[in-house]
Structure formats: C-alpha cells, structure tokens
C-alpha cells in the first residue's frame, strides 16, 4: 500500500516536471509563481487508519511548496510558521495586485517567503473535522451521536494539541512529550487548566472567524458605509 502510494507521488512529481521544463523552455518559468499543496494527508496505516480521518496529522498536515516570480531572498528555505489551506487564496490575490475580501479566513504568506515570520503571525493552528455517517462509514451511527454532534475541531500549536467535539469527552496530547499522540491527557487533573485554556483558544477562535461579509459596513441614513478593521 505504501509502495503505490509512493508510486502515485513519483508519477505527480514527474508530471510537475514536464510542466517546469515547459515554463523554463519558453522562457516563462522566473515571471510564475508556483504554489503546491494538497487538499488532505492519508493514514497509511498509522493510528491503525486508512484514508483520511478524524484529527490526526497524517490527514490534516499537507505540504505548501511556493516558488515566488523572480529572484527570491529565501528561496530553498523551510519556514516553520504555521500555515493555513485559507491561507493560499490571499496569497495569490496579494501577488496579482489584489486584495482580499473581508471574509477571508486567510492571510497572505507572501511576508514569510520575503522577511520571514512578521511579529503578528498565527500561533496556533485550527481546523475541523465532519464525521457524520456516509454510506461506506457510520460512526455516528455506531457512537450513538445525534446529526449535529459528529463533529470536530482542533487547536494545535508547537506544545499541545486540543481536540473538542461536540458531542465526546475532549483530547489532549502533549506534542513535546508524547508527538505521535497516543497519550491523551484531557481528564487527567493535574492538565486541567490546560484543557480550559485551549477549549477558550478554540472558542475564541470561532467566533474571530465567523461569518464576516457584512460585518465592516455601517448602516447609515446615506446607505452603508464601509469600516477598515
């Protein structure tokens, strides 16, 4: 299995190849900018799981590989910030001269393959995860949760990772201790303060991001007028 999974990235890898001698051959390849990631990760058997699933970082952490247009001060360098899939979509429109919507969960990256990590970057990662049954899988069905409480989201930074559900006890791993997280400490006392520090992380976290289109007008008699955060 991970024989052709290796296989399946070498075939991708060749196919990007052809692409870049295409660009480099027509003299297109230092005006492009090159952004490669992924949509999800795969198990390949760790944690005992196939596919993608549940809060594990096999699934969720997928690689982000940019190549800036022209010379660039970090080119070959690894930025160890943490980065979002939201984060792709203002990038490019920073690039083209753009600018992103209010409603974008995002931030441009272009900072950290310039300068490196500006002083206001993200310090956790957040993501989340929809377990509700399907039809080749029923882990709602076999948890014995309700349509709405399948759910998942997790706050993760470079010492913990707090996983809450809406409807299951929470998780936490110790990512310094304990990196492939087999040890969950959630309901051990002596961690409490820890789990309440990150379960407001995660509740903070929502509610910064949530739905944003209409929030920077101000209605007015002269109709609605525009607020810069």
């Known amino acids: 299995m991970r024989a052709t999974y290796a296989g399946l990235i070498t075939e991708v890898d060749n196919a990007l ?5 295409y660009l480099d051959a027509t003299g297109q390849w230092d005006d492009t900018m090159v952004i490669f990631t992924s949509d999800h990760g795969e198990q390949l058997g760790d944690h005992y799981l196939l596919g993608k699933i549940g809060y594990h970082d096999e ?45 974008c969960d995002g931030r441009s990256i272009l900072p950290l393959l310039q300068d490196g990590r500006p002083a206001d970057w993200r310090e956790h990662l957040f993501y989340e995860y929809d377990f509700r ?50 040890d969950n400490l959630a309901n051990d006392p ?15 976290h929502r509610m910064r991001h949530a739905e944003r289109t209409l929030t920077h007008f101000r209605a007015t008699p002269g109709g609605l007028e525009e607020r810069n955060p």
Not at 194 to 204: G, H, M, P, R
């Open 17 to 21: 190849g052809e692409v870049f001698d």
């Open 59 to 103: 699934s969720f952490r997928i690689p982000l590989v940019v190549k800036e247009a022209g010379a660039s001060p970090r080119a070959g360098e690894i930025e160890s910030a943490f980065t979002e899939s939201v984060d792709v979509l203002p990038t490019i429109l920073e690039w083209l001269g753009g600018e992103a919507p209010r409603a």
């Open 133 to 182: 049954d399907v039809h080749y899988s029923k882990p709602e069905t076999a948890l014995g949760l309700g349509l709405d409480d399948a759910s998942l989201c997790v706050v993760q930074d470079e010492n913990w990772k707090y996983v809450h559900f809406s409807g299951l006890p929470p998780l936490l791993f110790d990512l310094q201790r304990d990196p492939q997280q087999f």
């Open 190 to 204: 002596a961690h409490a303060a820890v789990v309440a520090e990150y379960a407001q992380k995660a509740l903070s």
